[in-house]
């Protein structure tokens, strides 16, 4: 609550202050430079970059057919859509990925997680708070709750909403919202006292190509920034181990910076949520416990071409990102004020230049994607730790969702998302 009146006292002191003459200028409407459109509404999320040529939009197309066709089990007669599984959460990259919009979490514990996943692990020393192993021993590093046919699936989270209450510095009340899981119907045993385990909606997917072409010396330059200031922010770098890297490459996606790159991330995500080998991950995810899914028919090898994968990776790198709306209006601006002057631009930086890229549309772009792409600790969240700072999301007209859902796992409105980020140990990652 101290936090809560002290950005209120400190907004309100800026506001009241006049003008200075080296204020930084409006941000504006393009975030993502040239590849910016207007907000179409439920479709904002799927249309091509503004800067796509037209002689491109076959491989985009393409790209968007692959990414929402749904994949089925071997042996097919459809020999490119073969190899769903053995266990997996959904057939599709868009059965989650709605739109390339944002996910929703489930209303309440009767409900499957359509659209968001448990990633899973095992603490490596008892009580501490920090790294998680990348495997559980029986159920890998997610819990995957469907299976084809003759494959247990691994089990089912169920999961309840507590609320979560308390008031602004003026007394305005709110109330958030703090996730509890409930395991069920496990097949391979319980998860065992040193299991740790993380919610995490499906995000959208637009800027991705864009934070790909930051290039990796500006991203260790803004690391080196942070423990030069002495404000307390301290955003740190992951090198993760990658093909072709000798010495590990930047990791840029996921919500621990796990992935270096769209291609990569897409990949993860192909035999995380779908069981689809590629050639990054050409084995199936079937821990040692799981005879059924090991048995089973894995389809061609790798069940996605390395053509499938790149175009793919082509598509979600091209996605347009929706134009920020309202940009002239006063109270926009004096927010876009605030944000900047009590310290949120530390972490979430508005603005990135993009280097040189494979895809020249995306290169020499000065974007606004509110992230430095560093990994930051967010406190004594269970199961979270240094999460990636994660681009701000876009809400309201311009999400793809039938219904305003909530815009992280603990709130259902951009003013409760900002209170959750202030009291961030309420035990949800967004």
């Known amino acids: ?31 993502g430079g040239a590849t910016s459109r207007p907000a179409a509404g439920q479709d904002s999320f799927a249309l091509p970059a503004a800067n796509l040529p037209k002689e491109q939009l076959p491989r985009f197309f393409e790209g968007q057919r692959l990414f929402n066709i749904a994949f089925v089990q071997a042996p097919s007669p459809v020999k490119d859509l073969a190899g769903l599984g053995p266990t997996f959460n959904r057939p599709s990259c868009g059965a989650c990925h709605t739109r ?30 920090g790294p998680v192993s990348l495997q559980h021993p029986a159920y890998g590093i997610q819990l995957n709750d469907r299976a ?4 247990p699936p691994e089990g089912r989270a169920a999961i309840a909403w507590e609320g979560v209450e308390g008031a602004y510095a003026d007394g305005d009340k709110y109330k958030l919202r703090r996730p509890r899981v409930r395991f069920e119907h496990l097949a391979f045993g319980p998860l065992g006292e040193r299991a740790a385990f993380s919610l995490r909606v499906a995000p959208q997917l637009v800027g991705m190509g864009l934070l790909e072409a930051v290039t990796e010396a500006e991203v260790r330059r803004l690391a080196q920034e942070n423990r030069a200031n002495q404000d307390g922010v301290r955003g740190e770098p992951r090198t993760v181990g990658f093909p072709r890297h000798a010495n590990g490459a930047l990791g840029r996606f996921g919500w621990r910076a796990e992935q270096p790159s769209v291609k990569a991330q897409i990949a993860s995500a192909l035999i995380n949520d779908m069981g689809l080998t590629t050639s ?25 071409s390395d053509e499938a994968l790149d175009t793919m990776a082509f598509y979600v790198s091209t996605l347009a990102v929706p134009e920020r709306r309202d940009v002239d209006r006063s109270e926009v601006r004096r927010g876009e004020k605030v944000f900047m002057a009590i310290g949120c631009a530390a972490c979430h930086r508005p603005t990135l230049r993009t280097g040189t890229h494979p895809i020249p549309l995306l290169s020499n772009q000065t974007i606004h994607p509110f992230t430095d792409l560093l990994l930051h600790d967010m406190g004594p969240m269970p199961q979270s730790g240094a999460v990636r700072q994660n681009e701000l999301p876009i809400p ?25 980020f202030e009291r961030r140990g309420i035990g949800c990652v967004p």
């Open 100 to 129: 390339d919009g944002r996910g929703q979490p489930p209303a309440g514990p009767a409900d499957a997680l359509m659209q968001m996943v448990v990633r899973l692990g095992i603490v490596k020393m008892e009580g501490q708070r």
């Open 1 to 31: 609550m101290r936090a809560l009146r002290f950005t209120a006292a400190l907004a309100a002191a800026f506001l009241a202050a006049p003008a200075q003459a080296d204020e930084p200028p409006p941000i504006g409407a393009r975030l």
């Open 396 to 420: 309201s007209s311009a999400r793809p969702s039938a219904s305003p859902g909530p815009m992280s796992c603990s709130s259902r409105s951009v003013k409760g998302w900002i209170v959750w």
């Open 148 to 151: 084809i046919e003759g494959v």
């Open 280 to 304: 990054l991950h050409p084995e199936k995810n079937c821990p040692p416990p799981q005879t059924a899914c090991r048995a089973a028919d894995p389809g061609p090898r790798p069940n996605l």
